[in-house]
């Protein structure tokens, strides 16, 4: 499905599903230093997951829900390509077996601004979890679970297309 945006001296865009780039630190630092574009997918699907706490007062006929926070998740998967550089890295990480903060790795996801519809702007997890689902030879995918833990951090992505991506915090005002 395509989305049109209206963008700078009224363009419309598509915002196409290559417009949405999730990326993976691949470095054995995990300073953001490796960024690996998740590209050989035929699932993007991001659950907001929104956590809610409901109470019902005596005073009113229904109950009220608040939103107390989120829990974003990312389910992927990858083809089992021993050329590609994602696959490479999650079929390692996935016969360690990782626990507890080792399942801790950055993830950028690269979205359209919406003026230029370009992939320019993007959102950091820190210390996103990924977790490993299912090696399914049949399908020749590797499917796993990219959890969005923490506080965002927006910025914006340099590089993409080249294997020299970079975020770039934004600046506080």
Known sequence: ???RVLGERGIIMQLTRDKFVPLIDVSEQKNLSKLVRIDKS?????SFNAQTDTKGYICDKNDSTEVTG??????EEIILDNTNPLFKFMFE?????PIGTACNVPVVLGIPSMTTGATTDA??????SIII???NTVDGTLSFKIGLNGTPKMGTLTGLGTDNV???PAVSA
């Not at 989120?70 to 389910?75: A, I, N, T, W």
């Not at 959102?123 to 996103?128: G, H, K, R």
């Open 1 to 3: 499905m395509r989305y």
């Open 42 to 46: 035929t699932k993007f699907e991001l």
């Open 70 to 75: 989120y829990q974003p998740e990312l389910p």
């Open 93 to 97: 990480y996935a016969k360690k077996f």
């Open 123 to 128: 959102i950091l997890w820190q210390e996103a």
């Open 133 to 135: 689902d299912t090696l």
């Open 166 to 168: 970079k975020f770039v």
